[in-house]
């Protein structure tokens, strides 16, 4: 089995670059046009497919952007990355910003809201542009004040499903939706845990399925390590369990190192996947 076939057989990487000054693992890095745009380039030679371009930081406790100065920090690398011929994805919570961005080149709106504003599904649907519905309880600045759940993987699995169908309702296709659990989105370490361990359940959904654990504090949780930048093993034991499970996409700031372990893994492996329990 050569290079070429193995790509086909692991899931897509998505890379993360973020225009922020606050996000959790690089916040300030990208910051700058110019160097967030040659960042964009450098994953996609590293392997990325999809590069996710985000202009406001959801991490715990951050707050509001307005759209105009998201619209301000992402739509030149938008622009800079489709003209390239690069897969972008524009991570934003605001209809206007998805739409301004799919004008400039985006083709994927990943919404860490799930898609709960009417307009963002009439703006998706309007530019035919695949979506990424991913579950969160609360907002940035509430999610991890006492998150709970009675149950959390059939709770997370409903709200996925429910948002799919009214996006499917608003015009959007269902080959074009992908679901995302939210890894460290309102949830504590047992809740990730738990989402992580049943990944087979919300691939038998049926809707590709994209997971974003990369430096997440489940590992921090689970190994002590406080420095994001420094969850790299984690993080890429993250993603195999992942690509055992059956998802397809796999959200990580570590392209090309994520890219290798799963090269590695699928030869060895023979693509053995987990079934739902």
Known sequence: MNREQLLREIPTIMGVLNVTPDSFSDGGRY????????????????????????????????????????????????????????????????????????????????????????????????????????????????MQVNPHYEDVVSEVLEFLVEQAEQCMAAGIARERIWIDPGIGFGKTLDHNLTLLRHLPKFVATGYPVLLGASRKSFIAHLTGEGDPTKRLPGSVAAALWGARCGVKALRVHDVEETLQALLIWQALDGGARLQPV
């Open 31 to 142: 910051l700058d046009t110019n160097a967030a745009i040659e960042a964009g380039f450098a994953m996609s030679r590293a392997g990325a497919a999809i590069v996710d371009v985000g202009g406001e930081s959801t991490r715990p406790g951050a707050q509001d952007v307005p759209a105009e100065e998201e619209l301000f920090r992402v739509l030149p690398v938008v622009e800079a990355l489709a003209k390239r011929g690069i897969t972008v994805s524009i991570d934003t919570r605001k209809a206007a910003v998805a739409d301004a961005a799919l004008k400039a080149g985006a083709r994927i709106v990943n919404d860490v809201s799930g898609f709960r504003d009417p307009e963002m599904r009439r703006v998706a649907a309007e530019h035919d542009a695949s979506i990424i519905i991913m579950h969160m309880q609360g907002t940035p600045q509430t």
